[in-house]
């Protein structure tokens, strides 16, 4: 498992790509929150491609790298859900979200986007 520290363009571009999905997922009704794998790929000019969406990622942990990297990011991942569940059941409006003091579980993820939906 690396951990890649993301150059600003990277970031920048999977905002807009968050902004894309966002803007998707709003026309649909729900009031859960779905998982999806998103398999992306750079090229030598940090144009970021998006390859495709799975809509039921694997996340079973295998041999080597893989298991390696499953392991390392499940535990982050998901407790970082039970925080934003938690921080859901607060009541607290969503732009307060202070990812430093409300996500304790995040570990070394990043949040590199925030919707200024409310």
Known sequence: F???ALPAQMKKKLRLLMEVIEAESAKISSVGYELLGCDMILDDELNLW????????????????????????????TGTQMDLLRFAASGRQRLSLDPEKDLPSKGNLELIYRSDAR
């Not at 039921?56 to 982050?76: C, F, H, Y």
């Open 2 to 4: 690396v951990k890649v």
């Open 50 to 77: 998006l390859i495709e969406v799975n809509s039921s990622p694997q996340l079973e942990a295998t041999l080597g790298a893989r298991k390696t990297a499953v392991d390392a990011i499940v535990p982050l991942v």
